[in-house]
């Protein structure tokens, strides 16, 4: 799933740059990292990514030739990811009936690869053997309030479990609670599933979405038919209705060292948060990002500044996430540098 | 006066483009302005510019034709102001020894030039008249900590007024008190004298600066010749000491919106505290310069924000005076951009 026209890594990011064609932490970009990360899993032509038709070529051209038999689907407008993974989970159905499905965000940080290949690899035996759809679940480390959580009953080990319930993004109080619980885990958004269990679950939750595609004609046809009611996440249309519709639902537990990279502080999380020359006194808590020359900093503290191209930014590090309101000021006087 | 290095407006200003050399607050450059001023009030060839060897060149380009017949010498090293004020007093006698001197910093702001010019008049008028040693003194408006203060023992109006004592930078309590005394006034560094007064107060005060003058050879043999006893201020080595040598020291009061612009945060006292383009939110009394694209902000406060070239420099407002030692620091990284 590579869709994302987050905003929140402006100026970095653009409109016609997201998040994933960007290199946040090495040279490489965050597509690339996620279609690498496959390397010995999946067949280079095995890959499929789903992003919209304006970025299908930028993503072409940032994987280069390296990644030249990768599959590229350009949706003719982002509707969230059910029928982002509906329409993906088709075209490989149609070739590989019996294939197993990975579900993966393009735009996510994942620090130890073994780790992350193992339990891709534990998720796809639970797939293939039991029919259900798996989830990874990331062991929490923190009381985290900016991810939606995963419960379980059983005791958190390395095995498989049944997910009692997805819940959503916590207050505070709530995460120290869950952290403490042992039973709950992130959820990542990464979903495994045999191409059979996939379709058979969009029948059963989502048989309008279904519909849309079946009546046919072009991929525009397709997405003008999805209303409102279809243009939900794969989540919340999908994986939360799941048990109530007699389909199981696993999770994987993984500790791979696992960021989704949300916005500028972090970076931090994962060590990468200076890109750049940086002079600096007095100075401490900043993120600095710089494409050209260098930053100098004087006694400033928890700020985050970017420079990239024409744009100079500098916010409050605990208001990077709010960096809408900002952008809807540049559109009004700079639509370009959106 | 225009040799000054000064690096408080670093990055816009550098080594080879010191802030008299600058366009702060609008398309003029500090010392144009500083000319400019004396327009019908001195004839071109009656503006003589002190300033270094190697600033002599980028100061006349700054000039440009407009300016063709200001006369500018080039010290072959800066020994602060006594020897300055001492070279342009000796090459003004030798063609003008009737010629009333008025020595000026290149580098000020003046809001009201009607003002000025007539504080500058009735200055001429009383050193003319009275042979004395007159100064500008400003009216203050606030207990300004960072300005020496002239202390007169009259009520101040607008006539001229002789010196009690000049008095150094005083913390907030006495400059507390000064205000309200109604008895002090700023010192600018504006002097306004005849030539033979100052002549003879040159000699009277620092006989051994005026010695190596009159030793002759070249103006490097004379600086040469400068040890550190003469290579004070004018202030220090001739003002402050007139009295006691028995001579005149007057003050012409004026209120003519004078600031000696001394770094970033003063342009916001004068009404000029942003270049460029800016877009914020959330954000307030951050002065924003740039000379490329644009500023976003935010949610900050109290920031000093410039790009200017290769650099970005972000630094909390109240350490804006502080910028030596992050320039000690870029000086070691990057040599070319100080």
């Not at 009692?164 to 403490?180: G, I, N």
Request: include cysteine; proline fraction near 5%.
């Amino acid at each position: 799933m590579a869709g994302g026209s987050g905003t929140r890594f402006w100026p970095r990011s653009r409109a016609r740059l997201p998040k994933q064609l960007l290199a946040l932490w090495d040279e490489k970009t965050l597509i690339e990292h996620t279609v690498e990360r496959f390397k010995g899993v999946a067949k280079p032509d095995a890959v499929w990514i789903v992003t919209t038709e304006a970025l299908a070529a930028p993503t072409r051209e940032k994987l280069g030739a390296a990644h030249g038999k990768v599959r590229i689907l350009g949706e003719p407008v982002g509707k969230n990811t059910a029928p982002c993974i509906l329409w993906g989970v088709r075209e490989i159905s149609k070739i590989a009936p019996d294939a197993v499905i990975a579900v993966m965000p393009a735009d996510h940080f994942i620090g130890d690869e073994p780790a992350f290949r193992g339990a891709l690899s534990a998720a796809a035996s639970r797939a293939a053997k039991a029919g259900s759809l798996v989830t990874l679940g990331i062991r929490p480390n923190r009381p985290e309030t900016g991810y939606g959580y995963i419960e379980v009953s059983a005791k958190i080990g390395n095995e498989p479990l049944a997910v009692s319930q997805f819940v959503e993004k916590p207050d505070l109080r709530t995460a120290a609670r869950y952290l403490e619980s042992g039973r709950f885990l992130w959820n990542a958004g990464m979903f495994i599933f045999t191409a059979k269990a996939g379709m058979e679950a969009f029948s059963r939750a989502m048989p309008g979405l279904v519909g849309a595609f079946e009546k046919g004609g072009s991929i525009a046809d397709v997405y003008g038919r999805i209303a409102k009611a279809d243009a939900v996440s794969f989540d919340y249309g999908v994986m939360e209705r799941a048990a109530s519709l007699g389909i199981g639902v696993d999770v994987v537990p993984a500790a791979c060292g696992w960021n989704d990279v949300g916005s500028f502080p972090a970076l931090e999380e994962i060590g990468r948060a200076s890109r750049g020359e940086v002079v600096s006194v007095d100075s401490a808590s900043n993120i600095v990002q710089t494409d050209s020359g260098f930053v100098a900093l004087l006694g400033v503290t928890d700020l985050v500044v970017v420079r990239d191209g024409e744009v100079t930014l500098v916010a409050a590090r605990d208001r990077a996430q709010d960096v809408k309101a900002l952008l809807e000021k540049v559109r009004a006087r700079f639509p370009g540098s959106v």
